[in-house]
């Protein structure tokens, strides 16, 4: 059970163009998922939190504007890059936690690895 | 503002030997929880292991176990007959006490991570 997913696993998109990362929870309604960011060979920064039906709560220094959060139900989180440049070339991974589930309760999906051409 | 701090940038352990991975944490609070957490090269995120600030045993799971010293505040993970596979990075991560009745959970602050890699 918990089991997240992230579609698409690898993308490769042109500078100025948009492109969107799917977080699902498969076997149980998030009622909060995150959204992290990993640059090669460090650790995962938190880029905003997200609760179903509300909107996103960024973390410090992430542009709302340029990093598009939805979560429209509680199994389905969307993060979309737009205007992608190549510093925005990353590891997107998403997590998904129920309050209803045990302490350890970020379950990450597999993660998306981003690379702007 | 909470911390975690891996001062380990890298281990080596040869197999079937055992390795403790180093993590300090710095909060305010008073209810938190400590994770272990294992990525290999695929990139995916392995929980490994749990431990609540009140929990007054150290947690275990399998080969892992977690040297909880609340009063250093470290939390040092240790893992036991070490296995080839056993080589990837790990993350110590904290989560802070989560705010009630906002129907949010809590998020993770992770640590730079240590690299292990297991010998033959």
């Known amino acids: 059970g918990a089991v997240v997913s992230q579609h698409p696993s690898r993308v490769i998109c042109k500078s100025g163009t948009s492109v969107k990362i799917e977080c699902r929870s498969l076997?149980?309604?998030?009622?909060?998922m995150f959204w992290y960011r990993q640059f090669p060979k460090q650790s995962l920064m938190l880029m905003a939190t997200?609760?179903?039906?509300?909107?996103?709560?960024?973390e410090q220094g992430v542009e709302k504007d340029k990093f598009l959060i939805n979560h429209a139900s509680l199994t389905l989180s969307t993060l979309t890059v737009t205007s992608a440049h190549p510093e925005d070339s990353s590891f997107y991974i998403c997590?998904?936690?129920?309050?209803?589930?045990?302490?350890?309760?970020?379950?990450f999906g597999p993660g998306t690895r981003l690379t702007v051409t | 503002a909470q911390k975690i701090t891996q001062t380990q940038p890298g281990m080596f352990v040869q197999e079937k030997e055992a390795v403790t991975l180093d993590c300090t944490y710095d909060?305010?609070?008073?209810?938190?929880?400590l994770f272990w957490y294992k990525q290999p090269s695929s990139g995916e995120m392995i929980f490994l292991i749990y431990?609540?600030?009140?929990?007054?045993q150290n947690a275990t799971e399998g080969r892992y176990s977690l040297n909880f010293q609340k009063a250093r505040k470290s939390a040092n993970l240790v893992i036991s007959a070490s296995q080839l596979g056993d080589s990837a990075m790990y993350f110590c991560?904290?989560?802070?006490?989560?705010?009630?009745?906002?129907?949010?959970?809590?998020?993770?602050?992770f640590g730079t991570g240590t690299r292990l890699q297991v010998m033959l």
């Open positions: 997590s998904a936690s129920h309050l209803a589930g045990p302490p350890y309760e970020q379950y």
């Open positions: 076997d149980f309604q998030a009622t909060t």
């Open positions: 997200s609760n179903e039906g509300s909107k996103a709560t960024y």
């Open positions: 909060t305010s609070d008073q209810s938190y929880g």
């Open positions: 431990q609540g600030s009140y929990d007054e």
């Open positions: 991560a904290m989560r802070e006490a989560p705010v009630l009745n906002t129907g949010t959970a809590s998020k993770l602050t």
